[in-house]
């Protein structure tokens, strides 16, 4: 048998006659206790705690009156069903614009372009969605799901499959245009998605895993979201709406069943949830350009930006980091930024007049002003502010 587990030893009994005394560390501390808590009441002299009209009046944000939450609801009376049939009825409606976007690559490597530049590595998709735009069969999806393909196709809730030519594609944003001729599909209007922010609700439709026509909801995350990997060229919207491999060009649509947002790119996995849409203002943009001509031209000057540093300001006699530091020039001896005199060094503070807010806003600013004419930059350097006179080119 094994031997049973012994118990602990009981505390030994005070022994009669000893008392226990604090030592002197011990009297000291409590002293201090004590005399803190009686500072702490004599500075006080209300103890009672302050009444929810004095902190009205103490606390500015106390004072701001926010509405009842049910006086922002629609009129009385809507239910969940209401509310639950007309999502179903939104998506029901956009969803005959959205069509499925395949690509058939045959081993054909994607072309060398700046869409890794600024997106990183995007999933690998030869099926992604799209959504028709006008009554001409123009079709915008997500370059990405068409880069290097031989042949695209489209199909839409009717089942049919249609052969898609390439119109025009932007790396920079990763949109492309497709036609299709006799294609008999309404188009969907775009939206505002400057009137986005966070919380609105939003409905996402596409081909995830090559499931048609599949629908999520959810709302706007954040409505101004910094690119993903410092794109001068768009924010994005941030949305917790599903969006997966597949779902890359259909569109994000706002409570109206207009879009606003076409789905780009998904974080990595670690990030699950989380997803990204280009916004609808930016797109129309490139969507005109691509209509008009196929390509996207923006402004160059030739110059490679950074950050102004605290140290950078400081050799250059800023009072301040601001502006956008040249941190390198174009080789090219006929590049826009070595023709006026740009040096490495350089702080670029002022473009045509506008104050320069950082390299990605520089950048914005060359792609929007009109090329082959003159702009006027003012740099400084080494303490000194110089106005210099630019042309500038077409982006290679």
Known sequence: MSAPASRPAAPSPRQPGRTLRPNRAEIVAGLSILIALLSLMWSRPSAALPTVEQSRRESPVANVDLPPFSTRLPAEGITLDDISTASAELASQAARSVVRVESG??????????????????????????????????????????????????????????????????????????????????????????????????????????????????????????????????????????????????PLLDARGKVVGINTATSDSSNSGISFALPSHAAKQVLDQLLERGTVPRGWIGVQLGVVS?????????????????????SDATAPARQAGVQ???????????????PVGLVRQIAGHAIGTVAKLTVVRNGRTIDLTVMVGLRP
């Open 105 to 250: 690559l045959k081993g054909r490597s994607a072309p060398s372009d700046d869409l890794e530049l600024y997106f990183g590595s995007l999933p690998s998709e030869t099926v992604g969605a799209g959504f028709v735009v006008d009554s001409q069969g123009h079709v915008l999806t997500n370059y990405h799901v068409i880069r290097g393909a031989e042949m695209v196709t489209i199909r839409g809730v009717d089942h049919q499959t249609h052969p898609a030519q390439v119109v025009g594609h932007d790396p920079l944003t990763d949109l492309a245009l497709l036609h299709v001729a006799d294609l008999n599909l309404p188009a969907l209007g775009l939206g505002d998605s400057r009137r986005m922010s966070a919380g609105h609700l939003v409905w996402a439709i596409g081909s995830p895993f090559g499931l048609d026509q599949s629908v999520s909801m959810g709302i706007i995350s954040s409505a101004n979201r910094p690119t993903l990997l410092d794109s001068p060229f768009q924010d994005f919207l941030q949305t917790d709406a599903a969006i997966n491999p597949g779902s890359s060009g259909g």
């Open 344 to 358: 490495v060094a350089d702080i670029c503070t002022v473009f045509q007049g506008q104050p320069v807010t950082g």
């Open 310 to 330: 605290p140290a950078r300001a400081a050799m250059a006699g800023l009072p301040h980091p601001s502006g956008a530091y040249v941190e390198s020039l174009n």
